[in-house]
Each structure stands twice: as structure tokens, then as C-alpha cells.
């Protein structure tokens, strides 16, 4: 199902100050423009210039907002998380028992996942989260979410089909594991805590974190 595997960015923000960048290559008298904005980024840029004439918006403050979606949230965050659970036992036990009040200890709960509920992986269970109503994610801990978790065909396959979703994700699971889906909302956001890898064991809580996959985190990836 090559349109869930779609695993480059889920969404590109226009570079540099005025919304998009433009390259300029001269050759002999012409001059070529190597990058073209798309039509959405041209008609964000023209929303966003008749708001700031307006004084509806100010660009600095959009600025900080999309730099903290690409740089300071994300799946880096959800590994800590995840890392920190397989090294100490404690604090597992109170992100499963309430996962927002021990994601909040790592001062890692946010807008879009201020109420979080995290689900483990085990032998018996397999955990798969979804959004079938759009796209609700926990985005300080997952950052933006992918473009085939927002489509129509994985949010409705995902609760009816999860098994054959899963597959086409290449994970094959035994009969006898039973599989769970979870349906975020607006209001509850979901994080799945995978298995540990075999032979991991020996790995501090920062090597380990490097070895936690987004997807992993949604379900749809065995580490």
C-alpha cells in the first residue's frame, strides 16, 4: 500500500523571511528560476502579507510558531519518552498509569497532546493508533503527522482491516496477538510505547532513543 509508506515530510514550510525562496541562475542573458513556488505556498504567502497589512498577524510570531513544528517538537521528543520508559521501570509504570502527568515530568506536554494516554506493546498485544474522524495527533511528542495517516484510506482501514494494514506496513503478526486500535480526538491523543529491541539492554537512555521510529509510535513499525 505504497500511499501509507509515504514517509518524507508530511508538510514543507516556505523558507526564508518573505515566505519562499527564490533561486536565481543566469545563463548568458536569461535568467532561470530553479525552484517555483507551488500554488498552496503562493496562496499562503498572499494570505499571510494581506493579514500582516492588517495587522491581523504578526510574521515574527508566525515565524517562532512554525520553527517550533519543525525544529523543537517531533518524533525525537516521543523517543525520549519511549527511552526513558525501557531504562526506568518507575517512571514506566506512571507514563502507562497516567501518561499526560509523566510526559508532562519531561516537560514534553504541548498543544494538540495536552491530554495523552500511552499504550504498550507486548507479546499478547500490538497496539495500532488512528484518527478516523481527521487527523488528530500528538504533535509535541510526534511533531506534524504523516501524510498517510491523514488519508481516508488509512483511517477507515486502519478499524476495519488493521491486520492487512499492518502487513502492508510489514509487520506479520502471530495469530494469537491480539491487536488493539485506538481512535484519537481532539480530546485524547495516543502514544504507543513499543517493545524494546532484542540485545538493546546494554544501551543508555540516549542510544536508545535513537533506535525509536515515529511509526513505532503509532504502531505501524516493530523495532
Known amino acids: 500500500m505504497s500511499s501509507f509508506k509515504s514517509d518524507a515530510k508530511s508538510t514543507s514550510t516556505p523558507s526564508g523571511k ?4 527564490k533561486e536565481n541562475q543566469k545563463k548568458g542573458k536569461g535568467i532561470f528560476h530553479s525552484h517555483v513556488p507551488s500554488d498552496i505556498s503562493l496562496r499562503v504567502k498572499a494570505l499571510e502579507t494581506v493579514l500582516t497589512q492588517k495587522k491581523l498577524i504578526d ?7 512554525v ?3 519543525q525544529n523543537q ?3 525525537q521528543n516521543g523517543a525520549k519518552i519511549v527511552a526513558k520508559a525501557w531504562t526506568d521501570s518507575d517512571y514506566k509504570e506512571r507514563l ?3 501518561g ?7 516537560g514534553l506536554l504541548g498543544q494538540q497532546g495536552e491530554h ?8 499478547q498485544i500490538h497496539n495500532l493508533v488512528v484518527c478516523t474522524l481527521c487527523s488528530c495527533y500528538p504533535w509535541p511528542t510526534l511533531g506534524l503527522p504523516p501524510t498517510w495517516y491523514k488519508s481516508s484510506a488509512y483511517r477507515s482501514r486502519a478499524v476495519i482491516e488493521p491486520r492487512k494494514v499492518l502487513k502492508e506496513f510489514g509487520v506479520n503478526l502471530p495469530d494469537s ?3 488493539r486500535v485506538w481512535d484519537s480526538t481532539a480530546e485524547m491523543r495516543y502514544l504507543v510505547l513499543p517493545k524494546q529491541p532484542r540485545g538493546s539492554e546494554h544501551l543508555d537512555e540516549a542510544e536508545l532513543s535513537k533506535l525509536v521510529t515515529r511509526n513505532s509510535m503509532i504502531g505501524v513499525e516493530i523495532l
Open 116 to 123: 495523552m494516554v500511552v499504550v504498550e506493546n507486548t507479546q
Open 67 to 69: 520553527d517550533r513544528y
Open 177 to 179: 496477538t491480539e491487536v
Open 96 to 98: 502507562l498509569k497516567d
Open 100 to 106: 499526560s502527568s509523566a510526559i508532562a515530568e519531561l
Open 18 to 21: 518573505n515566505g519562499f525562496k
Open 73 to 75: 517538537v517531533g518524533p
Open 59 to 65: 510574521p515574527e510570531a508566525l515565524d517562532k510558531v
